[in-house]
């Protein structure tokens, strides 16, 4: 009967930043009408006018995804009449992609421009189009980490580190982390959008056998 190894299981982390080359777009219309109808053309009519300005700025047809549509009753509460019906909110939520950095800023300006007062900026996330190389680097970064502290922890055993038993990628690799920001310029100007750095995180857990 042959016995188990000795072994140690050892989880390291790894992280990788590179600068980033897609900015993806929390873009929303929000309109606010006496009539649900009302609320609900104006609506499509300024999401349509911003994705043509989007399209016009060379963003194209699979970079621009709609990701919410809703249309609700707005109810406030008068005393001795209950709950009443104030009026409709309409709203869409558009995500972008957008692969020109520099020109960011302006296209963003120009959407805010063509959507006015029912615009909405809900956010945005920095990334790549291709986090393959990125990826990598993050993960080799967490098998070092997870080598180096297993080494230590053989050597504190009286041991020697042998073969890796297996290998099992962690849930902490995830997606790239903006290291970003956005500063507010003349308020007649575009914001100004930093790109700064971006930063993929992965995490391994490895088991090794502990030879003597």
């Known amino acids: 009967m042959t016995e188990n190894p000795r072994s140690i299981s050892v989880t390291g982390s790894g992280t990788a930043e590179a600068a980033p080359d897609l900015l993806t777009l929390s873009l929303g219309v929000e309109c606010r009408r006496p009539g649900v109808d009302a ?38 509460w008068q005393e001795g009449r209950g709950q009443l019906i104030s009026g409709y909110v309409a709203s869409s939520t558009l995500a972008v992609r957008l692969r020109d950095l520099p020109a960011a800023s302006g296209l963003i300006a120009a959407a805010v421009a063509t959507g006015g007062d029912d615009v909405r900026l809900n956010g945005l996330e920095f990334g790549f189009a291709d986090p393959t190389a990125v990826q990598a680097q993050a993960r080799e970064a967490a098998w070092h980490d997870a080598r180096t502290a297993a080494e230590h922890f053989a050597s504190l055993a ?3 580190l042998g073969s890796a038993l297996s290998v099992t990628q962690q849930s902490g690799m995830g997606p790239p982390v903006p290291l970003a920001a956005m500063q507010r310029a003349v308020a007649s100007e575009p914001l100004t959008v930093e790109a700064g750095g971006s930063s993929v995180t992965a995490a391994v857990a490895v088991v090794w056998e502990l030879l003597d």
Request: a positive charge; proline letters at 2%.
């Open 39 to 76: 609320a609900y053309r104006d609506a499509a009519r300024a999401s349509s006018a911003i994705t043509a300005v989007l399209r016009d700025h060379g963003v194209g047809n699979p970079d621009i995804t709609t990701s919410g549509l809703n249309v609700r009753a707005e109810v406030s």
């Open 158 to 160: 009286g041991a020697r």
